[in-house]
């Protein structure tokens, strides 16, 4: 045991020495999550350049269908994240079908930040996101750091709902291109530099014990 987390150790400092861990981290969530919100992008994506909710709820479905169709032949496990998207888009669409209100299409990216939110809640839920080396030496702080992604979700998307009252669709549009995907990529940012400080921390302690 001593020998191989010695060979751990090894690897994992290497890794952070070159940069590959940075590349290996961002590579890993990027793909997971994409896997994980497929039929959400699908969905989002189709509205946005059809303007038909019907067609973009139909696509985002069927796509969302085929993936689990897909990783069953594969025998690929699918996340609790993936089956909530699939929910996410039914909710959305159904919703904007009923409503045809257009202070709710706006308000929109508000429920799917609280939804991305109340599933963030989910302890540890990130973890299936870090590569090993993180999951496995600060799985405390990654944690925590999935918890905060939650309260981010909250934060942005009572700010949706603040702007969208408003009306004003120019402030609506700079609010929900600008600043709500800017606040994910400093989060993002300051969390990969948060995390590669703790596992280099830990894992020099870990080398002088």
Not at 78 to 93: E, P, R
Not at 133 to 142: C, H, K, M
Not at 168 to 184: M, N, P, Q, R, T
Request: aromatic share 12%; with cysteine; charged share 10%.
């Amino acid at each position: 045991m001593q020998a191989r987390y010695e060979i751990v150790i090894a690897s994992a400092s290497e890794a952070i020495q070159s940069g590959y861990c940075g590349f290996w981290i961002a590579k890993d969530v990027f793909a997971r999550l994409a896997s994980d919100f497929l039929s959400t992008i699908l969905f989002l994506a189709l509205y946005l350049i059809t303007d038909n909710v019907v067609l973009a709820t139909s696509v985002a479905i069927a796509g969302a269908v085929a993936q689990v169709i897909y990783s069953r032949i594969k025998a690929k496990p699918l996340g609790f994240m993936t089956y909530a998207s699939v929910g996410l888009v039914i909710v959305l669409g159904s919703a904007t079908l009923l409503t045809h209100d257009p202070r709710f299409v706006l308000a929109k990216p508000s429920i799917a930040h609280f939804a991305i939110g109340i599933i963030m809640l989910k302890r540890g839920w990130m973890l299936r996101y870090m590569p090993p080396i993180v999951a496995e030496t600060i799985p405390e702080y990654v944690t925590i750091g999935g918890y905060a992604w939650a309260a981010l979700m909250f934060a942005l998307g009572a700010g949706v709902i603040a702007v969208a009252s408003t009306g004003d669709l120019k402030l609506w549009a700079f609010y929900v291109s600008v600043v709500a995907i800017g606040a994910k990529v400093a989060a993002f940012a300051v969390q990969y530099v948060a995390f590669r400080i703790l596992v280099t921390n830990r894992l020099r302690a870990a080398a002088r014990a």
